[in-house]
């Protein structure tokens, strides 16, 4: 087992690399504790739960919202939930958002931890303290920045999570090496049938350096000021094209990764090979690197994204692979190189 420690501004948070579900106990506190899971998880793990009081949710993204904040406050008053209850997520990076929001507002703050139980979770979501849920059909627009005590990531778990789920995590291990660790881009293009079919070392690898860089970035820039923006690789237009489309999160980003390495280009930042290189590993994940939804439609999604600011946008560019940077670009700049460059490339043979 790895551990790795995030130091928040109100709390510090272990992130525990591999270690196993069956040592769950020793990282909970005396007390009442709540568990938050959903209706998929349930059909697996239940006989986990059977010491916990449970509180189960529906699945998927369209339930990460208000409304299923407002059902969970009225089940823990029902359940005299005070801020000595610890609540424990469970379940992937929907449940984690989803717990760690209500942990941190119910009662104006309970301690919380997670166990992940997707990849996605296990290599991004579950660690850095954003806890958030979507308002209408706007991405994480509601949240707060609190870190769990623990967050337990323990690889067995990923054993039933179905295909897609699998290369959507891809998405954001890809996207951790594209902003700090060529090495590990290497890697992966070395590597993608043994990555994909989640063989162990293969994974404990990956994991270990998305949370390497994650957990590094967070504890110089844990509000998200300056350094973490950088986290935001490929998810200024991916959010907008996931609150527009029926594609999982890192299909989602993973356009908008390659939009963001093809804008880089535009800029002269990187070169047309590392590019293709980009876009070539994406896909090879079975990523998709493009879509057909209207760009007008995704671009108005994308100006009501948090991180505009006076007409602005801090958006993430490439200065190489492992090496982003933050550029401030005018929205009406953006929007003309956004376009200038999907319409060179329909023409490039």
């Known amino acids: 087992m790895q551990k790795f420690i995030i130091e928040g501004k109100n709390n510090q948070s272990q992130i525990l690399i591999g270690e196993k579900i069956g040592n769950l106990n020793k990282y909970l506190p005396a007390g009442k504790v709540i568990v938050i899971t959903d209706a998929n998880l349930m059909k697996h793990y ?48 929907i449940v984690c958002d989803i717990s760690g929001y209500v942990a941190s507002t119910y009662m104006r703050g309970m301690n919380f931890g997670f166990v992940s139980t997707s990849l996605l979770s296990q290599v991004d979501a579950s660690t850095g303290g954003k806890n958030g849920v979507n308002f209408r059909n706007y991405k994480n627009m509601i ?97 907008a094209i996931e609150s527009v489309s029926g594609l999982t999160h890192g299909e989602a980003i993973s356009i908008g990764m390659v939009s963001a390495a093809r804008l880089s280009n535009y800029y002269k930042l990187i070169s047309e090979e590392k590019t293709e290189r980009i876009e070539k590993l994406i896909t090879a994940y079975g990523l998709p690197a493009s879509t057909n939804i209207n760009f007008n439609i995704i671009f108005d999604r994308l100006i009501k994204d948090k991180k505009c600011d006076n007409n602005s946008i801090h958006f993430i560019l490439l200065d190489d692979i492992g090496k982003a940077t933050i550029k401030i670009i005018k929205l009406e700049e953006l929007k003309i190189a956004l376009k200038d460059n999907k319409n060179h490339r329909r023409k490039s043979p």
Do not use: W
């Not at 959507?168 to 090495?183: N, P, T, V, W």
């Not at 844990?222 to 998810?235: I, M, Y």
């Open 46 to 93: 239940s006989s986990l739960f059977t010491d916990f009081i449970t509180i189960v949710i529906r699945p998927g993204e369209i339930n990460k919202n208000l409304s299923t904040i407002e059902s969970i406050y009225e089940k823990l008053m029902k359940l005299d939930a005070d801020r000595s209850t610890f609540i424990l997520g469970f379940g992937g990076g």
């Open 143 to 239: 949240g707060t920045f609190n870190q769990p005590q623990f967050v337990i990531c323990d690889h067995s778990l990923l054993n039933t999570l179905p295909e897609k789920e699998i290369r959507s995590g891809f998405g954001e291990i890809i996207k951790h090496c594209l902003i700090a660790d060529e090495e590990m881009f290497s890697f992966l293009e070395n590597n993608i049938k043994s990555a994909l079919s989640l063989k162990p070392e293969i994974i404990e690898k990956l994991v270990l350096s998305s949370i390497k860089i994650k957990a590094g970035i967070v504890n110089i820039d844990e509000t998200e000021k300056g350094e973490r923006r950088k986290l935001n690789f490929g998810h200024t237009l991916g959010h």
